[in-house]
């Protein structure tokens, strides 16, 4: 069987596992779905053989696991200790300004956190280890997680060296946030093999920005495991969650931020919804993350009725397919995404989706509601509440949106079909050439860029 490595995005893998409250043995036992294990089982089911590979401040060595649910290659390789010492430089490596990054405020503070800022993402990735792994894995090819990050850049290089390709997805981030960035990524970009993009928005953006052709932006979406969905008994779930049976539920879940992930939009349409006359209404959330503490303070300094949380980042996907059934309606009010799966997981459920015009969203329904999504504006709270409160007065339109989305997800977005797709362009013959705008290589623009991974 062909061979791809998969590397995830981040620094080291602690920075995605801690604010869920998840250690390495949780990564290597439990975790399952997302991004990064929705790409594996896709591989898997189109003949590949998968591995993922992470780097970690917690080892120091390699460590060479199996991934309990996937039984995948689960590789752990150690932070440089040159990288190690550039992020004691900043309060935060992720920063989108200098002033994020600085340990302290001022002209001094930013001016520290240059080389930190500028250089850890660069020397975060152990390519000497790095390169020993993919001989042992026997990979044929490389995937990283996001193109617009510093790993990638990197491991294009190492890619070249090895003679291995490299490909990379779109998650969410967006344009270079450092002068370092906007130098290298261009020549990154123009040497990988090929980008992977579901969002025909980003798909345009990067072709324009990067001066590439369209064979070499593929579109394919995130894929789905269809099969475990919709199955949860609701009357069992809403017994374990305190709900009564003719409550009417809406149901949200994913990392916590507040306004990434549009939760500030979510509790301000509940402000409205909650108090309406009828049966009994309750907001069912189920997540955590960087942000917990300031949404159980918007929870408590608002009074919001209803609420019922699970603070907990689910990593057994049974149990969060039966907290999905226990809904009548879905909310997804996130202002930036990549190609989002929890709106696929809520419409294999059989939910009707309350989406925002987010990216990936127009991908997910193009035809609107005939897809089981209602799509409002982005950031447009009224019409976001009007959405769910028209679901929620209309049980039998409740009831053929949420047929129209299960059919939908079937249909596009299957571990098969996807899988398929991402053979194709991973393990295809050629090697990319040098692309030309205006007869010349041209850098990418010094706009300023308004969003970043996470």
Not at 203 to 232: F, M, Q, S, T
Not at 286 to 302: C, H, N, P, Q
Not at 340 to 360: I, K
Not at 368 to 397: C, K, Q
């Amino acid at each position: 069987m062909p061979s791809v490595a998969l590397l995830p995005w981040g620094d080291v893998v602690e920075d995605f596992l801690d604010p869920l409250g998840i250690g390495l043995e949780g990564l290597r036992d439990e975790l399952t779905g997302g991004w990064l294990f929705g790409i594996v089982e896709a591989l898997g089911r189109a003949g590949v053989e998968p591995s993922v590979v992470v780097v970690s401040r917690s080892v120091g060595e390699p460590a060479r696991w199996r991934h309990g649910p996937t039984g995948v290659p689960l590789v752990v390789l150690p932070s440089p200790r040159i990288y190690r010492g550039l992020r004691r430089t900043v309060a935060d490596p992720y920063g989108w300004s200098a002033n994020d990054s600085a340990r302290t405020p001022g002209a001094r503070g930013r001016l520290a956190a240059q080389p930190g800022r500028q250089l850890a993402p660069y020397v975060a990735t152990p390519l000497r280890a790095l390169a020993r792994e993919l001989r042992l894995l026997r990979a044929d090819a490389l995937l990283c997680q996001e193109y617009e990050y510093q790993r990638f850049d990197v491991c294009v290089a190492l890619g070249r060296a090895l003679r291995l390709p490299v490909c990379a997805t779109f998650q969410g981030a967006d344009a270079p946030r450092t002068g370092l960035e906007r130098l290298v990524r261009p020549l990154a970009i123009r040497g990988a093999r090929a980008l992977v993009v579901g969002a025909s928005g980003e798909a345009e953006r990067v072709r324009a920005r990067y001066c590439l052709p369209a064979e070499r932006v593929a579109r394919i979406p995130n894929p789905l495991d269809v099969e475990p969905w919709g199955r949860g008994t609701r009357a069992t779930a809403r017994a374990e969650l305190g709900l009564a049976e003719d409550a009417l539920v809406v149901a949200w879940h994913g990392r916590v931020e507040l306004h990434r992930k549009g939760l500030d939009l979510l509790l301000g349409a509940w402000s409205e919804l909650a108090a309406a006359p009828g049966p009994p209404r309750r907001l069912l959330l189920v997540g955590t993350g960087k942000e917990a503490d300031a949404l159980r303070w918007s929870i408590r300094a608002d009074a919001l009725p209803g609420v019922v949380w699970v603070d907990e980042y689910v990593l057994d996907k049974e149990r969060l397919a039966a907290y999905l059934a226990a809904a009548d309606v879905y909310a997804f009010p996130s202002r930036h995404e990549g190609f989002p799966v929890a709106p696929l997981e809520a419409m294999a459920s059989g939910l009707p989706v309350v989406a925002s015009a987010a990216s990936g969203v127009a991908e997910i329904a193009p035809d609107g509601e005939r897809s089981g999504v209602v799509v409002v504006p982005r950031d447009a709270g009224a019409p976001f509440s009007a959405a769910l409160a028209g679901l929620l007065d209309d049980p039998a339109r409740r009831a053929s949106v949420g047929r129209c989305a299960r059919r939908r997800v079937e249909a596009a977005f299957s571990l098969e079909a996807v899988g398929r797709q991402l053979r194709a362009v991973l393990l295809a013959a050629g090697s990319p050439t040098s692309q030309q705008c205006g007869g010349r290589n041209t850098p990418p623009s010094d706009e300023e860029p308004t969003t970043r991974s996470g």
